[in-house]
């Protein structure tokens, strides 16, 4: 696959730092972005440490017009990685009544994964249309779905909500891009040891490293998978479950924390 340049947004932070450095090298130019400015020039440094062009750019992906800017003016991307997401779920109910996701909560979710997504992609496909095809491909595009996409559960009802519509999007459009030379995939990742997971107060089963996920969502999307799925046994487990009765799922999570909430 080639990585002459790579666009990572939410790379300041976990999965998407850790994808930001393991494309790092002399020769490879990475446009990386994020909100946390200290967190950014850390990422920044490391890059460059790693021999990388480094560019960065502090934004909020859910504002479209500058992200317009920054990917338009990017130049040439072989590669666009939308890792910047948000999580969290319901506060715990008052006696009698139920437990429920705060209203701005739902709304910033919504806007951070979904339409953060969505104004990645659009302006990287806009790029990646005028450029020519490297062994049959003209750029590749991965988002950072998750294995919360699968299943419903009331831990997260936004965040899978908002995984879903993004893993479904990209799925969807696949073969219809690749057929045009731009390769989508959508990342089915279980749980990643980052700032996200590191309030999480239950069994994270199959709890991975971010290098160790970089690593796994490269491979996949150098292979040209239309879905990057780790580990499979969560995810099929997932997949099973959802075809299980509602009410039976309902019966099966209804005991499930909710997702700790992150600043937004
Ligand atoms: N960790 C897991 O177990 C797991 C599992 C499945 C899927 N995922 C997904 O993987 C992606 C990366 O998450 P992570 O685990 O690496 O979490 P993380 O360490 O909290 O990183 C999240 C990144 O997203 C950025 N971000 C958040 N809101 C943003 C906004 N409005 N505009 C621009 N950037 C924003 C953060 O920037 P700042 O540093 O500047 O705040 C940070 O770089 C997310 O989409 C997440 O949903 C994670």
Partial sequence: MR??????????????????????????????????????????????????????????????AAMQDWIGDAGPLD???????????????????????DAEQIRRIFAVNLDGVVNTVLPAIASMQAQDRV??????IAAIASVAAAVASPS?????????????????????FARAGIQLSSVCCGFVRTRMTESNRFPMPGIMEADRAATLILRGVAAGRRRVVFPWWLYAGAR???????????ALTSRQPGKAPQGT
């Fill in 79 to 101: 590669l666009v990685l939308a890792c910047a997401g948000l999580s969290g779920g319901p506060r715990r109910g008052e006696a009698g009544r139920a437990r429920q996701e």
């Fill in 240 to 250: 099973a479950m959802d075809l299980l009765p509602v009410s039976v799922v309902e």
């Fill in 135 to 140: 062994d049959g491909v003209r750029g590749r």
């Fill in 156 to 176: 997260a009802p936004a965040y899978g909500a908002s995984k879903a519509a993004v893993d479904r999007w990209l799925v969807s459009n696949g073969g219809a």
């Fill in 3 to 64: 990585l002459t340049s790579t666009l990572v947004t939410g790379a300041s932070s976990g999965i998407g730092r850790a994808l930001a450095l393991a494309c790092a090298a002399p020769g490879r130019t990475l446009h990386l972005s994020g909100r946390d400015p200290a967190r950014l020039a850390d990422t920044e440094a490391a890059c460059r440490g790693r021999g990388a062009t480094v560019r960065t750019r502090t934004l909020d992906v859910a504002d479209r």
